[in-house]
């Protein structure tokens, strides 16, 4: 496993935006699939976006599509999500999520993430 600290999470009016980083622990970045979840009160966590080991397109959840940015530097270790035109909807605890190193898979799947970051709270207000 690899040990994940999230920043930058706040209080924000809906329109707005905020940047949330992840620090990961170890030498295997490079080669983890990285991703972001969030989890609403009351609600099952849900997939955001997926920055895959191996390179290629980003994916992200629809309801994001547009909107959030993942991005990673595997020479400092750290992942992340850009939040643009923030809305309510968005409010949630955001999760760093690191899976199985060279995991393949499609990464949308909270059960097969490896580790998970402790997690940082985004409000969004109307």
């Known amino acids: 496993q690899v040990q994940l600290v999230e920043s930058g999470g706040g209080l924000v009016q809906a329109g707005g935006s905020l940047r949330l980083s992840c620090a990961a622990s170890?030498?295997?970045?490079?080669?983890?699939?990285m991703g972001w979840f969030r989890q609403a009160p009351g609600q099952e966590r849900e997939f955001v976006a997926t920055?895959?080991?191996?390179?290629?397109?980003?994916s992200y959840a629809d309801s994001v599509k547009g909107r959030f940015t993942i991005s990673r530097e595997n020479a400092k270790n750290t992942v992340t999500l850009q939040m643009n035109n923030l809305k309510p909807e968005d409010t949630a605890v955001y999760y760093c999520a690191a899976h199985a190193v060279y995991y393949t898979g499609p990464a949308r799947r909270s059960e097969d993430v490896d580790s998970w970051g402790q997690g940082t709270q985004v409000t969004v207000s109307s």
């Open positions: 920055s895959h080991w191996s390179g290629g397109s980003p």
């Open positions: 170890g030498r295997t970045f490079s080669r983890r699939t």
